[in-house]
């Protein structure tokens, strides 16, 4: 379980060992099944309550109220004070997350693209089409990182504009 509370945020979360004997306010994340990883959180204002994710990763968020979990497969964006209130974020298998604290970002990487995640939602979306994606450093406005050409098996440097999700360098082709 990886748990990562860099951002500022308004309400406390702990990996819980069980669910409440009586099932009270306990809400499932989308995809979690009864064997998923149990959380317990104490929002700001409101009452605690418990949830149960599909994956086994916990970040939070560029907007203080909110939190982001994250599987091998997806990655959700919680409300803590109203559990039902989740944002889904169109990213499949993620490879790389970057948390970006001077930009109030969140870098998602699947096989087909890269995510900004700010403070209101997704602020851009930049895709391409490779393997191995690694993020390595962010100078600036720019977030450095290389990944690997399916056309030539070597990996090629490239950076993304933080402000629009331009990609510079990179891939040949593109």
Known sequence: MQLNLEFPHS?????????????????YVSGA???????KVRPESGDSWFCVIPGD??????????????????????DSIDPKNIMTVPVNFVQQVQ???????MVFADFMSIFAVGRDGILWRTDYSQDGVEFSSVNGDSL?????????????????????????????HQ
């Open 11 to 27: 309400y406390e979360i702990e990996v819980a060992a069980e669910l409440p004997w009586n099932g009270a306010n306990v809400h």
């Open 33 to 39: 099944r009864e064997d998923g990883l149990v959380a």
């Open 57 to 78: 990763k916990i970040y939070s968020s560029p907007n203080e109220r909110f939190f982001c979990v994250m599987g091998d497969y997806d990655v959700y964006i919680v």
């Open 99 to 105: 948390v970006v604290l001077e930009k109030d970002l």
């Open 144 to 172: 450095h990182g290389r990944v690997e050409c399916y056309c030539d098996a070597r990996y090629h440097d490239f950076a993304i504009d933080l402000n629009c999700g331009k990609l510079i360098g990179g891939l040949p």
